[in-house]
């Protein structure tokens, strides 16, 4: 028996597995190759991270435009405390795991673990790749180079609006943070500097606002290129940050 | 013409009790936030140091500041400029003027060469070679320069001395600049506000006169036991804000229940200062108590930071009004209609070729 490349089977290739005598065009039955790209602490990490990110996003919110007023006496609620505490909680999630994906990517992670924390950009390679990507969206071209991890396009985004965003986030709201821990508190010796960089602790907080919508923007793009990706695409996306392996659904070349 | 005499030996001429001098002591203690060990170090410095001269300039500036010093209650501020500080030179607080005047600033500045205090109300527009404020014939950026050479430490009375305040808002036609901007080679304390509370002045001044060293420094510039919390930290109405109370218009009821300025504006959550706790006028009131939001007028830029009743700073260039929440609203909307709308021709273009790569 040959061994077929990815791709549509043809009947022949059912015979003698537990699909024999069906008909493969019927089935849509296709050899694919499989590939190991987002390793368990990766895929944990995207998930926690989308988590918070929901989680911060209406704190945050919430926060700059809180619900309306309560009535009763102020003893009997905690609203804009309990908004406060998730938005700082949610945070931490963020933080520590932004951190622990850096230490990931640098120390243990495979070679596709790094490819959010930069863009390629002196290789012609990658200009050439986002071309082709925008193109493909652009509904000029029907197909694009397949990638084993994130396509330049995807990279792109990625690196801009999540990572350096993100850090930003990050970076800001730690000096945010100590306009209530104090100047002197950890928060405020490491992150002090950021605000009047920023034009005072007003200026952060808007900045750190305009944040809220880059990542909520990215939020919407990412959830509708994975889905259309998934769908229409030579490769598998969504399953693969739930079970870690990308699916190609042909080998032909590029 | 500053005398070589100690803050004792003044107040006791003035016929202040030597009771009344250490009561004044304890006070002056309390209000720097130092504990009681601290009395015989403020009353042994008022015994044996001299008194240092204090040379005060006037820039640019709406005299708020004055205003304000001379409104002191603790200590009052007579006791500051009569018994603390020898104030040589003041032209809006001294009785000479004219040729006279300042002659004391020339005589000061020689005969107390590196010893004296500079403080700088306002700030010196650089616009067409400082033309724009004219001191004594001169631009006033010459005699801050010229002062500021021999003075041991430069205090930046206010918001316009300390961040340029409103001569300094956007599009800023005089260039006027803060002093530390044209000063670069002296220590300058910050104290801003417009303007600063009367005791923050006056104890900035008892800090250094008394411990004869600068008060610890923020980042910024600002002595850390006045400027290192927020009005947030210490209001009376935080209360509210952390239940989710808020005043939603002035005329509503929670204006009239003392509800969380929060959501008409208040910059209290931004804005560093000791208004919470010192208040104004000996302690009356200051401005949430009466009603109204902070403007934040200590902070960095304050008149170009948007509405005073709005947390969200404007967006300029939109042509409309809008913020931050409307344009990101707009284009969360139109990403999502472009998105839907590429998702139907993505739809479309595969149902036309369907099975192509079955």
Known sequence: ?254 | MAVLETFYDVMRRQGITRRSFVKYCSLTAAALGLGPEFVPQIAHAMETKPRTPVLWLHGLECTCCSESFIRSAHPLVKDVILSMISLDYDDTLMASAGHQAEAILDEVMEKYHGNYILAVEGNPPLNEDGMYCIIGGKPFVEQLKRVASGAKAIISWGSCASYGCVQAARPNPTQATPVHKVILDKPVIKVPGCPPIAEVMTGVITYMQTFDRLPELDRQGRPKMFYSQRIHDKCYRRPHFDAGQYVESFDDEGARKGYCLYKVGCKGPTTYNACSTIRWNDGVSFPIQSGHGCIGCSEDGFWDKGSWYARLQDVSGFGIEANADKVGMVAAGAVGAGLAAHAAITALSRARHKGDDA
């Open chain 1, 1 to 254: 028996m040959s061994t077929p490349q990815s791709g549509p089977l043809s009947d022949s290739d059912l015979r003698g597995t537990n699909l024999d005598g069906q008909q493969a065009r019927t089935l849509r039955a296709r050899k694919v190759t499989q590939i190991y790209v987002y390793e368990a602490p990766v895929r944990l990490w995207h998930w926690l991270t989308a988590a918070s990110i929901l989680v911060l996003g209406i704190t945050g919110y919430l926060i700059a435009s809180p619900p309306a007023t309560l009535s009763g006496e102020a003893c009997s609620h905690f609203q804009m405390g309990w908004i406060r505490a998730l938005h700082f909680i949610a945070a931490w999630v963020f933080t520590i795991g932004f951190a622990g994906r850096v230490i990931w990517g640098l120390f243990f992670g495979n070679a596709w673990s790094r490819e959010l924390f930069w863009v390629p950009f002196w290789k012609a390679e990658y200009w050439k790749e986002l071309l082709g990507e925008v193109m493909v969206y652009a509904f000029i071209r029907k197909h694009a180079k397949t990638t084993i991890g994130h396509n330049a396009l995807a990279r792109t985004a990625l690196f801009f609006c999540f990572t350096l965003t993100g850090l930003f986030m990050i970076v800001s709201g730690f000096a945010l943070y100590s306009d209530g821990t104090g100047m002197d508190s950890w928060e405020g010796r490491v992150f002090g500097w950021v605000m009047p960089w920023l034009g005072g602790s007003l200026g952060t907080h808007y900045l750190h606002h305009w944040g809220l919508w880059v990542i909520t923007l990215f939020v919407m793009i990412h959830i509708y290129t994975v889905t259309r990706e998934d769908i229409t695409s030579r490769q598998s996306l969504i399953s693969a940050m739930t079970n870690g392996y990308r699916i190609f659904r042909d080998d032909r070349p590029d």
